[in-house]
T-cell receptor, first 111, second 114 residues
C-alpha cells in the first residue's frame, strides 16, 4: 500500500529539548516536503527536498532543520523547540506541485 | 507570489442542505494546479480533486461538484444534500507548475447538524 508514515503522531515536550519527527514514504518519490498547520493559516511549507542530499527552505524554515540521506526518509529536526512551534505537522511526498501524498500528521506541543 | 483566500471561516448547515465553499486564488503563472482537501476531525488530509489551469470543465463526483472560473480566479466547491459525515475543515490549495509547494487557503470549517 502506497503511504507516507510519520512518527510520532503525538508529542509533548519542553522548550529546548531537541526532537526529531520522522517521515518515510514507500512510493520512490524524489520530492518530499514538510508543512505546518496553524489555525486560520492553513498549511505552510517549512522545507522541501527534490532528491537525496538536495533540500531547500520553504516559507517558514526558522527553527527547523531537515536532512535527506535516503530517498525514502525525510526527518524534521527541531534543535531547540519553542512554544511557537506548537503545531500540527504534515510530511508529504509526490511530484512537486502536481500531486502530493500527505502523511497522517504529527501533533506537537512545546511547553 | 501565490495566494489562496477562503473567505468563509465557518459554515453551519442542517443536514440535506447544500453548501458552497468559496476559493479565490492569485498567481502569475499560466500553468498551475488547484486542489481541494478535506480534513475530518481525525486530522488527516483527504485529497478530493485536482484541476489544471487549462481545464475549466466543471466536474461532478457524487454529491460533490466543483466550479472553476479562470476569469474570476475562483475554484468553488459545492456539497449537495450535505450529511453529518461531511463535517470537516476543507482546504483549497494552489500549486504552480514550476514550483515545489502547495499554497493553502486558511480553510473553511463545515458543520453539518442532524
Amino acid at each position: 500500500e502506497a503511504q507516507v508514515t510519520q512518527n510520532p503522531r503525538y508529542l509533548i515536550t519542553v522548550t529546548g529539548k531537541k526532537l526529531t519527527v520522522t517521515c518515510s514514504q514507500n512510493m520512490n518519490h524524489e520530492y518530499m516536503s514538510w508543512y505546518r498547520q496553524d489555525p486560520g493559516l492553513g498549511l505552510r511549507q517549512i522545507y522541501y527536498s527534490m532528491n537525496v542530499e538536495v533540500t531547500d527552505k520553504g516559507d517558514v524554515p526558522e527553527g527547523y532543520k531537515v536532512s535527506r540521506k535516503e530517498k525514502r526518509n525525510f526527518p524534521l529536526i527541531l534543535e531547540s523547540p519553542s512554544p511557537n512551534q506548537t503545531s500540527l505537522y504534515f510530511c508529504a511526498s509526490g511530484q512537486g506541485a502536481y500531486t502530493q501524498y500527505f502523511g497522517p500528521g504529527t501533533r506537537l506541543t512545546v511547553l | 507570489a501565490q495566494k489562496v483566500t477562503q473567505a468563509q471561516t465557518e459554515i453551519s448547515v442542517v443536514e440535506k442542505e447544500d453548501v458552497t465553499l468559496d476559493c479565490v486564488y492569485e498567481t502569475r503563472d499560466t500553468t498551475y494546479y488547484l486542489f481541494w482537501y478535506k480534513q475530518p476531525p481525525s486530522g488527516e488530509l483527504v485529497f478530493l480533486i485536482r484541476r489544471n489551469s487549462f481545464d475549466e470543465q466543471n466536474e461532478i463526483s457524487g454529491r460533490y461538484s466543483w466550479n472553476f472560473q479562470k476569469s474570476t480566479s475562483s475554484f468553488n466547491f459545492t456539497i449537495t444534500a450535505s450529511q453529518v459525515v461531511d463535517s470537516a475543515v476543507y482546504f483549497c490549495a494552489l500549486g504552480e507548475a514550476a514550483g515545489n509547494k502547495l499554497t493553502f487557503g486558511g480553510g473553511t470549517r463545515v458543520l453539518v447538524k442532524p
